[in-house]
C-alpha cells in the first residue's frame, strides 16, 4: 500500500513538473514570437521609411516614435523575459540568449537615435518650407542624416561566436540591413548636397512646359519655355515663350551628337534635332537632349543657362498639391481640376485655330506656371506634403532635369530625375506628329510574347496596339491635321527604344504579323479592340541612341479606328528579363504578357 501512494505521489509529481515544463516552454515559445514580432515591425518602420508614409503617418516623429516604441519593446523583452531567465543561466545555452539580447540593444540604440533626431526635423519641417528657410532646412537634414550614418556605423551588433538558427539569421539579417542603411545614408547625402548647391547658389535654369496631350520620346512636348533664376532658396521664373515662336531659321545648333543626327536628324529621321524646340526631345535621353536645349536657349535669346528641366502637368499638380490651389482671372485651379484645365479645357476654351485663340491660350498658361511658382515661392508649406507629391509624380518621367553642374547632376540622377535611359532597357514612344492634342485620349497597348529561337536564344514578339476612339465635345485645337493628315485622324512615329543587345530586330510581313497576332495574342479569340488592322509599313529609322537600339516608323491611326504593328528582335540567351521605362503619358501605357498587365506609369521588370 506505501509503495502505492508513493507511486500515486510521484505520478502527481511528474505530472505537475510536466505541467510547469510545457507552461514554461509556452511562455518561452510566446516571448520569443513577441520579441521577434517587434523587432520585425521596428525593422520595418525604418528600413521602409519613405516620404509618402511620412506625409500619410502624421510626420517623421510619429513615425520615427513608432519604430522606436517596437525597438525598445523587443529590447525590454529580451532582457526581463520570465521564461528566457533560466536559459541565461545554462552553460550551453548562455551564449544564445546573450546573442538575442545584442541583436535587440543594437536595433534598439538605432531606433532611439532615429527618434531624436526626427522629434529635432519634425519641429523644423512644423516652421514650414518657405523660400527663405529651404537651404536651412536641407542643412537640418544633412545633420540628421550625417548622425544617423554615424550611429550605424558604430553598432556593435555582438552575438558573436556560434549561435542557433534562428539566432544566427536574425544577425545576419541584422548586419544586412545595417550595411544596406549605411548605403542608403552615402546616397542620401549626395542627393542632399547637390540639391543643397541646386538651392544655394545662383543657377539659370530653363523651364520646358510638357504638354501630355501632344507626346514626344518619353515626355510631353515642350510647347512653352522660360527661364528660372535660383538662388538662397527662392525659384523665380520669368514669362513663358511658346516654343514655336524660338524657331531658328539659319539652322541647327553646331556639333550635335553623331548618332542623335543619324538616328533622328532631318535627312534620316525627319526631325530638325537643335533647331525645332517641339522635335529636340525626339529621343527619351534627357542627359543627351538637355545640354542641346541648354544652346538652343543661348542662341535664341533666352540667356545663358546651366541647368534645364522639363515639367508637365502631372507635375504642375504636384506642386499645387503641397502649396495649395491658386486662382487666376477669377477661376480656381486646383488638384482636381489642374490637368484637364490645362491638357484639354483650355483647348475647348480656345478652340479655334485662329491666332487670336491660340495666344490668349498661350499668355493663359504662361500666366498660370508663373501664378503656380509664385505661390511655391512665397507661401509657408509643408515640406513632407509637397515632397511626396512630387515624388509620386517623379517615377513617370513627369519631372526630368540635367545640370551642367556633376555634383546637381548626380544628385538628380540619386533622385531618379535624370531621364537616362538604362542599356538593359526598352521604352515604347507613340510620338505625335498630327498638329492635334489627341493624346488626352489615347492609351497605347503594348503585347509582349517571348520563346526560344531556334539557337535557344530569346526571340521576342511586341505588338504595338493604339486606339483612336470616337469622342464628342472636343474642338478644331484638338482634332489638329495638317496637310497630310485629316482632322480626327492620328499620326504617330512610333519608336522602339530596345535593349542595346538586342539582334535582328525586324518588322513582320504582314501575313506573318496576322498569324502571330491571331495565334500567339489571341488564341482564337475575338480581337478586342475595335475595327482593329495589322499594318506593317515598315521602318523609316533604325538606328543607335545610346545606350539603346532604336526603330521607328510612321502610321496614321483614323478616327474610331485601331491599329496593330507587330515588331520581333532577338535576345541572347542569358536575358531572363526586360526593363521597361515609363512614357511620360498622363495614364500610362498598358503593357501585357500572357495574363499580366502593368502601367508603364513607373519603371518596372517584365520576366520569363
Same mark, same amino acid.
Given at each position: 500500500m506505501a509503495s502505492w501512494r508513493r507511486w500515486t505521489w510521484w505520478r502527481r509529481g511528474a505530472a505537475v513538473v510536466a505541467i510547469v515544463v510545457v507552461a514554461w516552454a509556452l511562455l518561452l515559445v510566446v516571448d520569443l514570437y513577441r520579441i521577434q514580432s517587434e523587432l520585425n515591425a521596428g525593422r520595418q518602420e525604418l528600413t521602409q521609411l519613405t516620404v509618402q508614409k511620412v506625409n500619410a503617418g502624421g510626420g517623421i516623429a510619429k513615425v520615427a516614435s513608432r519604430a522606436d516604441g517596437h525597438l525598445q519593446r523587443a529590447d525590454d523583452l529580451a532582457h526581463s523575459s520570465f521564461a528566457l531567465a533560466p536559459l541565461a543561466a545554462l552553460p550551453v545555452i548562455r551564449g544564445q540568449v546573450h546573442g538575442l539580447?545584442?541583436?535587440?540593444?543594437?536595433?534598439?540604440?538605432?531606433?532611439?537615435?532615429?527618434?531624436?533626431?526626427?522629434?529635432?526635423?519634425?519641429?523644423?519641417?512644423d516652421k514650414g518650407a518657405s523660400a527663405d528657410r529651404r537651404v536651412e532646412l536641407v542643412d537640418r537634414l544633412l545633420q540628421s542624416v550625417h548622425v544617423i550614418d554615424q550611429q550605424v556605423r558604430s553598432v556593435h551588433v555582438g552575438a558573436?561566436?556560434?549561435?542557433?538558427?534562428?539566432?544566427?539569421?536574425?544577425?545576419?539579417?541584422?548586419?544586412?540591413e545595417l550595411h544596406k542603411v549605411d548605403t542608403k545614408m552615402a546616397q542620401g547625402k549626395r542627393a542632399l548636397t547637390g540639391f543643397r548647391k541646386f538651392l544655394a547658389e545662383d543657377h539659370r535654369v530653363l523651364i520646358l512646359a510638357a504638354n501630355n496631350a501632344e507626346m514626344r520620346g518619353g515626355n510631353?512636348?515642350?510647347?512653352?519655355?522660360?527661364?528660372?533664376?535660383?538662388?538662397?532658396?527662392?525659384?523665380?521664373?520669368?514669362?513663358?515663350?511658346?516654343?514655336?515662336?524660338?524657331?531658328?531659321?539659319?539652322?541647327?545648333?553646331?556639333?550635335?551628337?553623331?548618332?542623335?543626327?543619324?538616328?533622328?536628324?532631318?535627312?534620316?529621321?525627319?526631325?530638325?534635332?537643335?533647331?525645332?524646340?517641339?522635335?529636340t526631345n525626339v529621343s527619351p535621353n534627357f542627359p543627351e537632349s538637355a545640354p542641346i536645349y541648354a544652346r538652343m536657349a543661348a542662341r535664341q535669346?533666352?540667356?545663358?543657362?546651366?541647368?534645364?528641366?522639363?515639367?508637365?502637368?502631372?507635375?504642375?499638380?504636384?506642386?499645387?498639391?503641397?502649396?495649395?490651389?491658386?486662382?487666376?482671372?477669377?477661376?480656381?485651379?486646383?488638384?482636381?481640376?489642374?490637368?484637364?484645365?490645362?491638357?484639354?479645357?483650355?483647348?475647348?476654351?480656345?478652340?479655334?485655330?485662329?491666332?487670336?485663340?491660340?495666344?490668349?491660350?498661350?499668355?493663359?498658361?504662361?500666366?498660370?506656371?508663373?501664378?503656380?511658382?509664385?505661390?511655391?515661392?512665397?507661401?509657408?508649406?509643408?515640406?513632407?506634403?509637397?515632397?511626396?507629391?512630387?515624388?509620386?509624380?517623379?517615377?513617370?518621367?513627369?519631372?526630368?532635369?540635367?545640370?551642367?553642374? @556633376?555634383?546637381?547632376?548626380?544628385?538628380?540622377?540619386?533622385?531618379?530625375?535624370?531621364?537616362?535611359?538604362?542599356?538593359?532597357?526598352m521604352l515604347v514612344s507613340a510620338e505625335n506628329i498630327s498638329a492635334n492634342k489627341l493624346d488626352y485620349y489615347i492609351t497605347p497597348f503594348i503585347g509582349l510574347d517571348v520563346r526560344r529561337d531556334d539557337h535557344g536564344n530569346w526571340l521576342v514578339y511586341t505588338a504595338v496596339t493604339i486606339y483612336n476612339p470616337p469622342r464628342t465635345d472636343t474642338s478644331p485645337q484638338i482634332e489638329g491635321g495638317t496637310s497630310d493628315v485629316k482632322p480626327r485622324n492620328h499620326r504617330i512615329y512610333l519608336d522602339?527604344?530596345?535593349?542595346?543587345?538586342?539582334?535582328?530586330?525586324?518588322?513582320?510581313?504582314?501575313?506573318?504579323?496576322?498569324?502571330?497576332?491571331?495565334?500567339?495574342?489571341?488564341?482564337?479569340?475575338?480581337?478586342?479592340?475595335?475595327?482593329?488592322?495589322?499594318?506593317?509599313?515598315?521602318?523609316?529609322?533604325?538606328?543607335?541612341?545610346?545606350?539603346?537600339?532604336?526603330?521607328?516608323?510612321?502610321?496614321?491611326? @483614323?478616327?474610331?479606328?485601331?491599329?496593330?504593328?507587330?515588331?520581333?528582335?532577338?535576345?541572347?540567351?542569358?536575358?531572363?528579363?526586360?526593363?521597361?521605362? @515609363?512614357?511620360?503619358?498622363?495614364?500610362?501605357?498598358?503593357?501585357?504578357?500572357?495574363?499580366?498587365?502593368?502601367?508603364?506609369?513607373?519603371?518596372?521588370e517584365i520576366k520569363w
Open positions: 539580447r545584442d541583436i535587440t540593444r543594437a536595433t534598439a540604440d538605432l531606433g532611439t537615435t532615429a527618434r531624436q533626431q526626427a522629434r529635432g526635423l519634425q519641429a523644423e519641417l558573436g561566436g556560434f549561435l542557433l538558427p534562428p539566432l544566427s539569421g536574425a544577425r545576419s539579417q541584422l548586419v544586412h510631353g512636348m515642350p510647347l512653352s519655355a522660360g527661364v528660372a533664376h535660383i538662388h538662397n532658396g527662392q525659384i523665380e521664373v520669368g514669362d513663358f515663350t511658346p516654343t514655336s515662336a524660338l524657331w531658328n531659321p539659319k539652322g541647327p545648333i553646331d556639333n550635335l551628337p553623331t548618332d542623335l543626327l543619324k538616328t533622328y536628324g532631318w535627312y534620316t529621321g525627319g526631325f530638325a534635332i537643335g533647331q525645332e524646340w517641339r522635335e535669346g533666352l540667356g545663358q543657362v546651366d541647368g534645364v528641366m522639363m515639367v508637365d502637368a502631372l507635375a504642375l499638380r504636384a506642386l499645387i498639391q503641397g502649396t495649395g490651389p491658386v486662382t487666376l482671372n477669377g477661376k480656381r485651379y486646383d488638384a482636381g481640376n489642374i490637368i484637364q484645365q490645362t491638357l484639354n479645357e483650355n483647348y475647348k476654351t480656345f478652340g479655334s485655330r485662329s491666332s487670336t485663340d491660340r495666344n490668349q491660350r498661350l499668355d493663359l498658361q504662361s500666366q498660370l506656371a508663373k501664378t503656380i511658382f509664385k505661390e511655391f515661392n512665397t507661401r509657408s508649406v509643408s515640406a513632407t506634403k509637397l515632397a511626396a507629391a512630387l515624388l509620386d509624380v517623379t517615377p513617370g518621367r513627369h519631372i526630368v532635369a540635367w545640370s551642367a553642374d @556633376p555634383q546637381i547632376q548626380a544628385a538628380w540622377h540619386q533622385l531618379g530625375i535624370d531621364g537616362a535611359m538604362e542599356p538593359d532597357a522602339l527604344h530596345l535593349p542595346n543587345d538586342a539582334y535582328s530586330v525586324a518588322m513582320l510581313s504582314p501575313s506573318d504579323a496576322g498569324a502571330v497576332w491571331q495565334k500567339d495574342y489571341l488564341k482564337g479569340a475575338k480581337d478586342p479592340f475595335p475595327y482593329n488592322r495589322l499594318i506593317q509599313p515598315g521602318f523609316t529609322v533604325i538606328g543607335l541612341d545610346p545606350p539603346n537600339r532604336v526603330v521607328g516608323s510612321r502610321y496614321t491611326i @483614323p478616327y474610331g479606328t485601331t491599329r496593330t504593328i507587330l515588331v520581333q528582335f532577338h535576345l541572347p540567351a542569358v536575358d531572363d528579363h526586360i526593363t521597361v521605362l @515609363p512614357s511620360g503619358r498622363l495614364h500610362g501605357q498598358i503593357w501585357g504578357m500572357g495574363k499580366q498587365h502593368w502601367k508603364d506609369d513607373h519603371r518596372f
